[in-house]
């Protein structure tokens, strides 16, 4: 084989290497999203979201007034208003899709700014719908903040929860942590997961943050619809670093969310 035709096999080899990587770090969704919440009105649209809070040691899924959509904006509060402490009690208030708005597989997209101050525990995840019979859930963090990282760094999560390895209530997690290399968190970043039967992959702003794939893991439990989790949270593992409620008021910021399934699938 010619020098020309031995650089010509090579750079074909690499091109499919890098293809094959580039196709490894998508999935193949939708141009079009299946929906988008753009928070354009004056209220919560509860057609769309239900409300989950902890405050003080109890668990209410009624309206938290301190949730409000501003000038196109939705606006996570919380105020230095309820009890927490440094092991298991902290103050949270999330907002869940309802099942209309569910996923099963597919790329969500969350625009979204974080705070960055000692005891906060932004989140943004996935899990799978309420009420569902199933032995093993998952659970995916697409950005989790604490204290215990710093202005640039951030983790994703993959969790397994329920009944694997011999045990009933088992819990099992796979962290990937990220650092951007310019900037911080504290400022509109896009959050993604995507996901299809033989992976997870999360990104900030298309920048890779991990891929978590079938065939690493004891159990792949995404056959079943996702809801997406919008979440504020101060206290409990977030105080494990540091915390001080004097920073409170702070709010998880979100611009908008968009849904793309996957191509073919209704």
Not at 21 to 31: D, G
Not at 70 to 86: A, I, M, V
């Amino acid at each position: 084989m010619g020098k020309h035709n031995i650089l010509c096999f090579l750079i074909l080899i690499i091109s499919g290497l890098s293809q094959q990587e580039i196709s490894a770090q998508s999935v193949a969704c939708s141009n079009k999203p299946a929906w988008i919440e753009n928070f354009t009105g004056k209220s919560i649209n509860q057609e769309k979201w239900r409300f989950e809070t902890h405050f003080d040691g109890k668990l209410s899924y009624l309206t938290d007034p301190d949730v409000v959509v501003h000038s196109g904006k939705l606006y996570l509060t919380l105020y230095n208003k309820h009890q927490w402490d440094k092991k298991n009690l902290d103050a949270c208030t999330i907002l869940f899709t309802k099942a209309k708005y569910n996923m099963m597989y597919g790329k969500i997209e969350i625009r979204a700014r974080i705070p960055l101050k000692s005891g906060c525990w932004p989140a943004i995840w996935i899990r799978p719908q309420r009420e569902l019979k199933e032995k093993v859930v998952p659970e995916i963090d697409l950005v989790e903040w604490t204290s215990c990282f710093n202005r640039r760094t951030f983790q994703a999560n993959f969790h397994l929860w329920g009944e694997f390895g011999g045990k009933k209530n088992n819990h099992t997690q796979y962290p990937k942590r990220f650092t951007l290399k310019k900037g911080t968190l504290n400022s509109f970043h896009i959050y993604s997961a995507e996901w299809d039967i033989e992976k997870m992959i999360i990104k900030i702003d298309d920048n890779l943050v991990g891929v978590w794939r079938k065939k690493d893991y004891p159990f792949w439990p995404f056959d079943m619809p996702q809801e997406l989790c919008l979440q504020m949270a101060f206290g409990g593992w977030a105080a494990s670093c540091s915390a001080a409620d004097d920073v409170l008021p702070q709010a998880t910021i979100v611009d908008w969310v968009k849904y793309y399934p996957l191509k073919n699938i209704k």
